[in-house]
């Protein structure tokens, strides 16, 4: 049990298109994920975990609540921990503003992340996928 003055440590992730980091399971990722964000937390055959959602209008550059840009390749955003992406190189896909590093008090899980009417929100991080969300566009 820890007590008020057991200090926390932040959890390192990357948010944003996954397609970016995963190449070395890209495939198996494609496999896992159904494109109807019916599900978003996963787990690959070798224990990595990640969330992924699909945009609302595909590829694009899309923007979180603090005007960050999150460039999308695959129609996807989504997170995984920094230390889980096994693809050499994320720091410099992270410098050419590709995606960003969020520092979360714990990991992430299912029940942290939802879509919402075009919004993909992980864990505190909201990204805008659908700024000019429109009834006519839900789903009956």
Request: net charge negative; aromatic share 12%; glycine share 8%.
């Amino acid at each position: 049990m820890k007590n008020e003055n057991t200090p926390v440590t932040p959890v390192r992730y990357y948010v944003g298109d996954l397609c970016y980091v995963m190449h070395d399971v890209w495939e198996e990722v494609c496999d896992l994920t159904p494109y109807d964000n019916s599900e978003h937390e996963f787990e690959l055959e070798d224990g990595r975990k990640f969330i992924l959602f699909n945009t609302a209008y595909g590829d694009g550059t899309y923007n979180d609540l603090n005007g960050r840009p999150y460039s999308v390749d695959s129609g996807t955003i989504g997170a995984i921990k920094l230390s889980d992406i096994l693809d050499p190189g994320p720091e410099d896909i992270i410098t050419a503003g590709l995606g960003h590093v969020h520092e979360f008090p714990a990991e992430i899980n299912g029940f942290d992340c939802y879509y919402d009417e075009g919004v993909i929100n992980i864990y505190s991080v909201s990204i805008e996928t659908a700024p000019e969300w429109d009834s006519e566009y839900e789903e009956d």
